[in-house]
């Protein structure tokens, strides 16, 4: 496959590279080389199988946008952009492109939204969410946190779960659902060690996503992997 990684930072490079130990072919972009996604026409996007995000909300979306519009495939990573999720979705259907996007590309994290699920299903329960980042994330709470809130709502109907951001250093991300009862406390936590299990989730979404038509949330298809 030829792959087309937009965002050589601390995420994207690793996609990258990740990509190539697989034995894709590669080309990436930074934001020099596609400021308000002008190098993202037809012609160059003409041999390109999937193209993956990691960049930053604004950019995405006129990412995605550019990649939709001539109808191919693009799994978007960068977080913080759901408000125009039905504008994307709408433009990946109607020009027969496919957009595979996810709040966390890691399994481990998956399994975690799984296991929320359960937890949350525990009637007499307070449940919060914390999650810690390093300085330079641009969105507060993460995606990833998000996501959890909304699992928990979801089983827990007419509660409002806080969730509380810390930034720290470089820290990869990490997560801790919290369920306080009258007699205990029970926590689920992820922590990342390092960002290559985002990549590596990206790039086999990436593998799925070839030769599909429609928008899936990585949520939905990991288990597919
Ligand atoms: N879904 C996941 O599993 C997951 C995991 C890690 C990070 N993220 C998200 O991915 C995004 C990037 O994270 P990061 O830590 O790698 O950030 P980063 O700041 O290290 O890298 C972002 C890079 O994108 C580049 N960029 C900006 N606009 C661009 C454009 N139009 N075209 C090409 N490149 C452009 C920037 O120059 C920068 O190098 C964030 O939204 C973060 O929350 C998601």
Redesign the pocket.
């Known amino acids: 496959m030829l792959i087309l990684v937009?965002?050589?930072?601390?995420?994207?490079s690793l996609v990258a590279e990740v990509a190539s130990e697989r034995g894709h072919g590669v080309r990436a972009?930074?934001?020099t080389e596609?400021?308000g996604?002008s190098a993202l026409t037809a012609p160059s996007l003409a041999g390109v199988d999937v193209v993956i995000d990691?960049?930053?909300?604004e950019?995405a979306v006129?990412?995605m946008r550019a990649v939709l519009a001539v109808g191919a495939r693009i799994v978007v990573?960068?977080?913080?952009w759901y408000a125009h999720l039905n504008e994307m979705k709408a433009l990946a259907i109607r020009r027969g492109g496919a957009l595979l996007y996810?709040?966390?590309?890691?399994i481990g994290v998956q399994k975690l939204f799984r296991l929320t699920a359960e937890l949350a299903k525990l009637d007499g329960y307070t449940f919060s969410i914390t999650e810690t980042h390093h300085l330079?994330?641009?969105?507060a709470p993460s995606?990833t946190a998000i996501t959890l809130q909304q699992i928990v709502e979801a089983a827990q109907p007419g509660t409002k779960v806080e969730v509380t951001s810390h930034r720290v250093g470089d820290a990869k991300g990490e997560h801790v659902v919290t369920a306080t009862g009258p007699d205990d406390i029970i926590e689920l936590k992820h922590a990342a060690l390092s960002?290559r299990g985002?990549a590596l989730?990206a790039v086999r979404a990436a593998e799925w996503l070839n030769g599909k038509e429609g928008v899936w949330d990585f949520r939905d298809i990991f288990d597919q992997l």
Do not use: M, V, Y
């Open positions: 937009l965002g050589k930072g601390k995420t994207g972009l930074d934001i596609n400021e996604a990691f960049t930053a909300p950019a006129q990412n990573g960068t977080t913080g996810g709040t966390n590309f890691s330079t994330k641009l969105d995606g960002r985002f989730g």
